[in-house]
């Protein structure tokens, strides 16, 4: 049996959750484009979600499932490269991207045309692409926790 490690709010402030470790915010209100909602988590003082780790994405996924139906995540990413706001590549293949196309690819697939990535809730919450600029979604941002004396 799966265990989640959510928490409470206790070092990350009124408007972010501590989960995993970490503090974030599902946005359910707010929607845009990729720059938009970067814009949007720098606003509210953190940034767009980096979900490298494998574990505190699992945790996500489980901890805020009914949330996620309603949310998708983007990536930073120039054509060919995809990347992390903090600079960090994104891992292809497993355990992120879902399968696509006869052969079961898992990599981003929309050349282009789609060079952000989304939480795709009919893949599972698995990695799709999609396009920065014609594709609206919900935030989830993430921020620094608070350190305490």
Not at 69 to 96: H, I, K
Not at 109 to 115: E, F, K, M, P
């Amino acid at each position: 049996m799966m265990t989640r490690r959510c928490t409470s709010e206790v070092e990350c402030g009124n408007i972010f959750t501590e989960m995993g470790g970490r503090c974030v915010r599902i946005e359910l209100i707010t929607i845009g484009t990729w720059i938009g909602l970067q814009n949007f988590c720098e606003l509210i003082g953190g940034n767009l979600v980096n979900l490298s780790d494998v574990q505190f994405y699992s945790d996500l996924v489980l901890c805020e499932k009914e949330l996620l139906d309603r949310c998708q995540r983007r990536l930073n990413v120039v054509e060919g490269l995809w990347m992390w706001m903090d600079g960090s590549a994104t891992r292809m293949g497993t355990p992120f991207w879902a399968n696509y196309g006869e052969n079961n690819d898992q990599t981003p697939d929309g050349g282009t045309a789609q060079n952000c990535a989304f939480l795709d809730a009919e893949m599972h919450y698995y990695f799709n692409d999609a396009s920065c600029e014609d594709s609206f979604f919900h935030a989830i941002c993430e921020k620094q926790k608070t350190e305490f004396p």
